[in-house]
């Protein structure tokens, strides 16, 4: 079965519009992969696509960051131009940001390093 990742808005579907500023602030995206989720929800199930590749080691608060720029949103990775454009295609659908606008903490940069993994800021 295919994986889907949780689109933020959808758990907060009955709240007040008037809040969202709210939620947003409480969006981070994966220094990785690029997924963008909320910080509890990356704090429940760390990120879709990059579980394997952090470990159980690292926290959230390491390889997500708030400051990125610009969101796509994708339900088909395989099949959309954006996504090879962006270099998505391999992810889970969901929101993505468009640019990551920090340096990843050292700790994450260690853990993929070792592993080869080289960061695509976009
Ligand atoms: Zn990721």
């Keep these: 079965m295919e994986r889907y990742a949780d ?4 758990l907060e579907a ?3 519009p008037a809040d969202f500023a709210l939620t947003n ?4 995206c994966c220094y990785v ?10 704090a429940d199930q760390g990120c879709d696509n990059c579980r394997n590749i952090m470990g ?3 926290s959230f608060e390491d390889f997500t ?3 990125f720029s610009g969101m796509i ?6 099949s959309s131009w954006a996504c090879k454009w962006l270099h ?9 940001a468009m640019a990551v606008n920090d340096d990843p903490p050292d700790e994450l940069q260690d853990i993929l390093e070792n592993k080869g993994i080289k960061l695509r800021h976009g």
């Design 7 to 10: 689109v933020p808005a959808h």
């Design 88 to 96: 998505l295609g391999k992810y889970v659908p969901g929101s993505y």
């Design 14 to 16: 009955n709240r007040d």
């Design 33 to 42: 992969c690029r997924l963008i989720k909320s910080r509890n929800q990356f």
């Design 65 to 67: 960051t708030p400051n």
């Design 56 to 58: 159980p080691s690292i």
């Design 25 to 28: 602030k409480t969006l981070v």
């Design 73 to 78: 949103s994708i339900m088909d990775p395989k």
